[in-house]
């Protein structure tokens, strides 16, 4: 077995430590894995990184062939029309990753790909992975822009080639790169992937399988569309058992909640009964009291009713009182009376018969 069946047989037992949506690009990591063990790169550099599935397996590929590399990736993470928009937590994701794992080779740049471009010196890079926008005049002003930083020889892969709707023009760029660089080939599934190697390799940096008459062109297609299949399907398996799992943490969540809700509910129904007894004292306690209260009105109204039969009567022994001080008033006017007349008589004498 040669060499070149040996890293195809190890590109098959790659496994990805980080894969996150979208998974556009899952179906091509085999195929990263053994590009970077194949084409040996000192300097990789990828435009448009997302959240990290492409850059972080040709990361994760040279730490496993202890390859003497440099990596940087380069985007704004805000997002584009193609991507949609999203905010900071995708950049900090990424740069958890990559701080964890790759720190000491690989640097993240948050800027746009003009912006970025002049720090890399004329003929620097080996592996150039675009993609960015998907316009084709974007792809276009990318590939252009960063040509003059490429090595001789080169390679460049174009995520998206198999992409003809939303504005997306990539198609249309890698077939006119088709016919300027003859070393070229093109997978079809996962949104397709072109790869070509630009003019100026030397004879042991040439890339014979990106000779269309090598023959190990459809073999490779046929090889790594297998593998990438293999790829998505374990991506949705991982997809399905973090969503069971979400769902089961979500359930245990639920259930907790219930059961304090059941406790607070036995709670409540405690001291609903206790309530209960205590109105039910309360309602004897208030029945007891209103039958004192009516005890109590109907004494009260014997003691009115007794009090008006005093007060009739007192005021009839004043009625018979004040007549018989009337009366006594009117006998002692008379005996008065009766007295003065006996005082003012004149007095009788007796006369004798001598004079």
Not at 204 to 210: D, M, V
Not at 244 to 273: K, M, P, V
């Amino acid at each position: 077995m040669n060499s070149f069946e040996n890293l195809l047989l190890e590109a098959a037992s790659f496994t990805p430590r980080s894969l996150q949506e979208p998974n556009a690009w899952c179906g091509h990591l085999p195929f990263a894995a053994w590009l970077m063990r194949t084409v040996k790169p000192k300097m990789f550099v990828e435009l448009g990184t997302h959240t990290g599935n492409s850059y972080f397996s040709f990361c994760q590929s040279a730490t496993e062939a202890n390859s003497s590399i440099r990596c940087y990736a380069i985007d704004t993470w805000q997002g584009d029309e193609h991507a949609g928009t999203y905010g900071n937590e995708v950049f900090d994701q990424v740069n958890e990753h990559n701080q964890t794992y790759y720190a000491n080779f690989s640097r993240l740049l948050r800027m746009t790909f003009d912006e970025a471009v002049d720090y890399f010196t004329d003929g620097s890079i080996d592996l150039l992975h675009i993609d960015g926008l998907h316009t084709y005049e974007a792809v276009k002003h990318d590939f252009d822009t960063w040509l003059p930083k490429l090595a001789p020889g080169a390679v460049v892969l174009f995520h998206d080639t198999n992409v003809r709707e939303r504005g997306f023009g990539v198609w249309k760029f890698w077939e006119e790169l088709q016919a300027r660089y003859p070393a070229n080939m093109e997978f079809f599934h996962s949104n397709g992937l072109g790869v070509l190697q630009i003019d100026g390799a030397s004879d042991q940096q040439k890339l014979a399988w990106l000779d269309a008459d090598s023959g190990q062109q459809q073999l490779l297609k046929d090889y790594f569309g297998t593998l990438g299949g293999r790829q998505l399907d374990r991506f949705e398996l991982g997809q399905a058992k973090n969503h069971a799992a979400n769902l089961a943490h979500i359930l245990a969540d639920r259930e907790g909640q219930i059961s304090q809700h059941a406790d607070a509910l036995e709670a409540y129904q405690q001291q609903a009964q206790v309530f209960t007894q205590n109105v039910a004292v309360l309602q004897h306690d208030v029945a007891q009291r209103d039958e004192q209260i009516a005890h109590q009105l109907a004494e009260l109204e014997r003691y009115r009713a007794q009090a008006q039969q005093f007060t009739e009567q007192v005021n009839a022994l004043q009625a018979e009182l004040a007549e018989t001080a009337s009366h006594r008033d009117t006998l002692m006017a008379e005996k008065e009376s009766s007295t003065s007349l006996e005082a003012t008589k004149p007095s009788v004498t007796g006369t004798s018969g001598k004079d």
